[in-house]
Structure formats: structure tokens, C-alpha cells
């Protein structure tokens, strides 16, 4: 038997799901970006797969990729990363992407600057909570908000797993999704959004 911790940074709120399958997918979708990580458990051993691709798309309204993405050893943020993956055994993987809200300045640098300091926060043995994303959160303010860079955003949503354990954190409605051995969707991220609540349904 294994868990989910699930932390949704929004409301503060801890849920804790258990599943009796040995294979724990998370996948995160976007318009422009897909990012897989799998989990196999084999003899008290585990294993992850993660794979990964970035796709910026035509849009001339916004030439630069604003999305950015971790895979666990390197940051992109390349308008286009063909599909690729790599195998670790290492006890404890951590994903994230963050996608730079449009509509405001400097999308880009703001989920550049999110996921640089989330790697950096972790590097340094920090916790996965939502500690840490106020952190971030922190350092995102103290490198953007003044001058042209001001009101710069982006959401975040973040993976860590460790041994049968991932705990999920995310902002905005980038989502994280377990995927069932059924192959069903089941979302384990909340969105928080004003502008369009049916995304939450």
C-alpha cells in the first residue's frame, strides 16, 4: 500500500490518499508542454521514469516561451525540447513546470525565476512544503517586482517522491494528474483561479 500526500498551498489543507497499486503516474498537461514522471517499485527498490517535451506553438503574440519546466536534473526553457527521458534510482525525484501568465510582463522570466529558486531552495535540503514556496515567492518579488518587471507572474505546480510517497504542491491552474492503472484521470492538484472558475469542474 502506498500514499499520495497531496498539499494544496492555497488553503493549507494536508489530504492524504492511499492506493494499493504498485505503479504511481503523475503527469502534468498544458497546451504546450507535457511532462510525465512514472514510478515503479521493484523488491523494496524504486525506480523513475520521467520523460518530458516543450512546444512553444505560433502564437506571435508571445514570441518567447513562457513556460519552464524541471525535469529533475536540468531547467528548459526552449520553445521547442523534443520528446526525451532518462531513468534514475535515486530515492528522491522532484518535477516541476511553471507556466508565465501571459497577460503579464515578463511571463518568461517570472517561471524562469520560480523554478531557479525552487531548484536552489531544494539543493539546500529544503523542505516540500508550502514553506518552501513562500520562498520562492519571496525571491520572485525580490527580483521582479520593480520597475518594467513589475506584476510579472507564473503558477507552479510540483512533484516530490520518495520510496511510495509523492507530495504534490502547485499556485494558480497549471494541474498534476495521477493517471490509474485503468488509465484513468483522477486530478490531484486544485486550481485556484478568479478569472475562469469552470476550470475548476
Known sequence: MGCMIIETV???????????TMR???????SD???L??????????????GFTQHHGKNKQFPKQQDCLWNGQEIFQKNDVPPSGYVTRR???????????????FSE?????VLTSLVTELGKGAD?????????HGHLCDVLAKGKTFGSATTLAAVQCLAKCCTVL?????????????????????DHTLINPPLTK
Open 170 to 190: 502547485n499556485v494558480g491552474d497549471s494541474r498534476v494528474y495521477q493517471i490509474s492503472e485503468s488509465s484513468q484521470w483522477i486530478q490531484l492538484s486544485h
Open 10 to 20: 492555497f488553503h493549507g489543507i494536508i489530504i492524504s490518499l492511499r492506493h494499493i
Open 37 to 50: 514522471a512514472k514510478v515503479v517499485r521493484e523488491k523494496h527498490k524504486v525506480s523513475y521514469t520521467v
Open 109 to 113: 522570466k517570472a517561471s524562469r525565476a
Open 33 to 35: 508542454l507535457f511532462q
Open 24 to 30: 504511481i503516474r503523475v503527469t502534468w498537461v498544458q
Open 128 to 136: 516540500f512544503d508550502r514553506h518552501v514556496l513562500r520562498r520562492v
Open 91 to 105: 530515492p528522491l525525484l522532484s518535477v516541476a513546470v511553471a507556466d508565465g501568465v501571459g497577460m503579464s510582463p
